[in-house]
């Protein structure tokens, strides 16, 4: 349930995204998911490397959401006025914190020695620049939420350079099943995608590919 009242200061609003859009069931089941794609078939050795796995899942989900809210900000200030950022004064305030999030990531990243994601964080939010400004993204809601939920599969990839172990195709194979699961919750989810006729043949592609990699994946382990 989002929150209706329009606080007055920037704390109080913070508060207020942060319960309804963040601190959620489904935010929770997102970060249980993707750090069980990061795990998978084996946990780190390095406690270490586990919160930082940790911490990094929460942060880029986190940013993203923030960051997936504010572009669409004039879009659901007709749809969801009720949303803590539709009736909010301190958007640019959030900008900020979203910006703030990225530069904690990359920060994180940097100071742990870790070139290569710090490298791949860079490219994507160059690429997720890039989409957010595409005129057509509205337009051709298809296409534009598969592009959306690309991040997630990246995120597992990108957590997963933190530790040691390569990136060998059983960790390919997770990520794709994540991207199928996700997808398929979001037409699930959305009562648009839900009604269009296309979207349920795809998600239901997309369910017989997430099987068929389910028992893929066991004969790599």
Same mark, same amino acid.
């Given at each position: 349930?989002?929150?209706?009242?329009?606080?007055?200061?920037?704390?109080?609003? @913070?508060?207020?995204?942060?319960?309804?859009?963040?601190?959620?069931?489904?935010?929770?089941?997102?970060?249980?998911?993707?750090?069980?794609?990061?795990?998978?078939?084996?946990?780190?050795?390095?406690?270490?490397?586990?919160?930082?796995?940790?911490?990094?899942?929460?942060?880029?989900?986190?940013?993203?959401?923030?960051?997936?809210?504010?572009?669409?900000?004039?879009?659901?200030?007709?749809?969801?006025?009720?949303?803590?950022?539709?009736?909010?004064?301190?958007?640019?305030?959030?900008?900020?914190?979203?910006?703030?999030?990225?530069?904690?990531?990359?920060?994180?990243?940097?100071?742990?020695?870790?070139?290569?994601?710090?490298?791949?964080?860079?490219?994507?939010?160059?690429?997720?620049?890039?989409?957010?400004?595409?005129?057509?993204?509205?337009?051709?809601?298809?296409?534009?939420?598969?592009?959306?939920?690309?991040?997630?599969?990246?995120?597992?990839?990108?957590?997963?350079?933190?530790?040691?172990?390569?990136?060998?195709?059983?960790?390919?194979?997770?990520?794709?099943?994540?991207?199928?699961? @996700?997808?398929?919750?979001?037409?699930?989810?959305?009562?648009?995608?839900?009604?269009?006729?296309?979207?349920? @043949?795809?998600?239901?592609?997309?369910?017989?590919?997430?099987?068929?990699?389910?028992?893929?994946?066991?004969?790599?382990?």
């Amino acid at each position: 349930m989002e929150i209706g009242d329009v606080s007055k200061s920037f704390p109080d609003d @913070l508060r207020g995204y942060v319960a309804s859009r963040l601190r959620t069931v489904p935010m929770l089941a997102l970060v249980v998911l993707l750090l069980t794609a990061v795990w998978f078939p084996l946990l780190p050795n390095s406690i270490a490397i586990i919160c930082l796995q940790v911490f990094l899942a929460i942060v880029l989900i986190s940013m993203f959401r923030l960051w997936d809210d504010l572009a669409d900000l004039n879009q659901d200030r007709i749809e969801h006025p009720d949303r803590v950022l539709s009736g909010t004064d301190h958007a640019r305030l959030f900008q900020r914190v979203c910006i703030l999030l990225g530069t904690t990531v990359l920060a994180v990243l940097l100071a742990s020695g870790n070139t290569q994601a710090s490298l791949g964080f860079s490219c994507l939010v160059i690429l997720f620049v890039c989409f957010y400004k595409l005129p057509w993204r509205a337009d051709w809601p298809l296409v534009s939420y598969h592009l959306l939920i690309l991040k997630y599969p990246l995120f597992v990839i990108l957590i997963s350079t933190c530790d040691d172990r390569p990136i060998n195709q059983l960790r390919l194979i997770i990520a794709l099943l994540a991207y199928f699961l @996700l997808c398929i919750y979001e037409v699930i989810h959305d009562p648009v995608l839900r009604s269009d006729t296309r979207c349920q @043949l795809i998600a239901g592609t997309e369910l017989v590919s997430a099987a068929g990699l389910v028992g893929f994946s066991l004969t790599v382990i």
